[in-house]
Each structure stands twice: as structure tokens, then as C-alpha cells.
């Protein structure tokens, strides 16, 4: 290979990457999910082929490349319209630990032992686990905390809703793209018609009129129409 060939195949290379990358959008580079780890390393390698393997010729190369990223494309626009696919290309938020008690089972699931969580918390600033109210293992492979009341930070909003009792340690979804989550409801003792009548004061009919909604730490519920945000 000359090295004028080699230069070409080097500057093609990059700006078909560096093309690719702007269309992918930010969450392909921000969120390295299991599937965003495999397209990256399938697309790394195909790169470097095309640029050292003179029997693939450039315009195959890229095509192959555009053809490669379609992939995670199509499958992004596939985890927006349908949050049972989700589960299953991205996987799930797994709570690991509870008002400062490990949750065996979920360490199993996510294939944690004790010293990488501990590490994990160590980032958060978290020595001991009696500071933590929940640990949630994010689809990403980072680990969300929330600290109990005593560890946390005060900010000014905190001051001025002291006086009132949480009722959930973190906001949790209800409803999302129009779909109810059940298991949240339950989780939260609350029940369809109590969701039903809240949709209603929001000025929604149905689930498929909101995009999102979640119960607040106050026990408050906030609904996102489509198209609109209105608290309650």
C-alpha cells in the first residue's frame, strides 16, 4: 500500500467516523450500554480494517460502516416506541441496595461482588452502607445514590418543605410513553382508579394521552401531558 493510499483510507476513514458519530447523537456516546459497547467495538474494528486491509476497497468499507450504524440507529428508534424492547437491548435499573441492607439476589443479577460495589460507593462518596437509603445499578453500569436524610446535602427547597414528610425515597415512574407501570403502583401502594383520578385532574382521558408521569417524594404526582407539563 503507497503511502498516499494509506493517507486517503486514514482521511476517509475519519470523516465517515466523525460523520457517523454526529448522526448517532449523543446518548450512543454518553450512555455505554451492553449493545452501544458491541456497536462501538464492531464499528472500531471495521474502521481499522479499512484502513490497513488494501483487498476491501474504500467505498465497500464505508458502506459497510453507514450499514453497521443503521443498526443502533434503528434499534434506538425501537427502544423509544416500545419499552418492552428496552428491557432487552438495554436491560433495567436494578436496586442493590435498600435503607442500608445489600439485596443479594440483585447483586447476583448484575453480577457485583461486595469490593466492586464498595468501590462503586467509595465514587459517590460513601463509606458505609448505613448511609445509603438506595443504590440503584443503572443500565450504563454507574450507580445512582441517594443518601439517607442525615448524609444529604440541604439545599433551600429542602428547607422549606422540612416540615413535610417524604413518602418515597425517589420519585417513581407510573406511566411512560402512555403505557401504566403496574409494578410501580404496587410498589407505591396505589392502585389504577387512584391513577385514573389523578389523569383526570391533569385533563387526561386515558394513559395514552401522557407521555410521563411519576410520583414526587412528597407523594405529589407529577403529569407530563404530550404536549404540555402540569403538576399536582
Known amino acids: 500500500m503507497s503511502m498516499s ?39 472500531g474494528s471495521l474502521a481499522a480494517n479499512l484502513v490497513v486491509n488494501q483487498d476491501l476497497r474504500i467505498f465497500q468499507g464505508v458502506i459497510v460502516l453507514v450499514a453497521w450504524l443503521a443498526i443502533p440507529i434503528l434499534i434506538g428508534f425501537i427502544d423509544i416506541k416500545f419499552k418492552g424492547a428496552r428491557k432487552v437491548t438495554t436491560g433495567e435499573p436494578i436496586i442493590v441496595i435498600r435503607e442500608g441492607k445489600i439485596i443479594e439476589h440483585s447483586l447476583r443479577r448484575t453480577r457485583l461482588d461486595i469490593d466492586t460495589l464498595r468501590t462503586l460507593l467509595r465514587e459517590k462518596n460513601v463509606f458505609q ?7 440503584i445499578f443503572e443500565t450504563n453500569g454507574k450507580l445512582s445514590v441517594l443518601k439517607t436524610d442525615p448524609h444529604q446535602f440541604v439545599t433551600r427547597n429542602d428547607m422549606n418543605v422540612l416540615s413535610k414528610p417524604k413518602q418515597f425515597p425517589i420519585a417513581m415512574e407510573v406511566i411512560s410513553d402512555g403505557v401504566v407501570n403496574i409494578k410501580n403502583l404496587v410498589m407505591l401502594n396505589r ?9 383526570e385532574r391533569a385533563g387526561a382521558t386515558s394513559p395514552s394521552e401522557v407521555f410521563y408521569a411519576e410520583v ?7 403529569v407530563d401531558m404530550k404536549g404540555e407539563s402540569v403538576v399536582r
Not at 493510499?5 to 460523520?19: G, H, I, P, Q
Not at 392502585?191 to 389523569?199: N, S
Open 5 to 43: 493510499e494509506l493517507l486517503l483510507r486514514l482521511a476517509v476513514t475519519f470523516t465517515v467516523l466523525f460523520v457517523l458519530a454526529r448522526i448517532a447523537g449523543r446518548k450512543e456516546i454518553s450512555q455505554m450500554t451492553f449493545f452501544n459497547w458491541v456497536s462501538s467495538v464492531a464499528i
Open 129 to 135: 452502607l448505613s448511609e445509603v437509603d438506595l443504590a
Open 191 to 199: 392502585d389504577e382508579k387512584w391513577l385514573v383520578e389523578q389523569m
Open 216 to 222: 414526587k417524594t412528597d407523594g405529589t404526582i407529577h
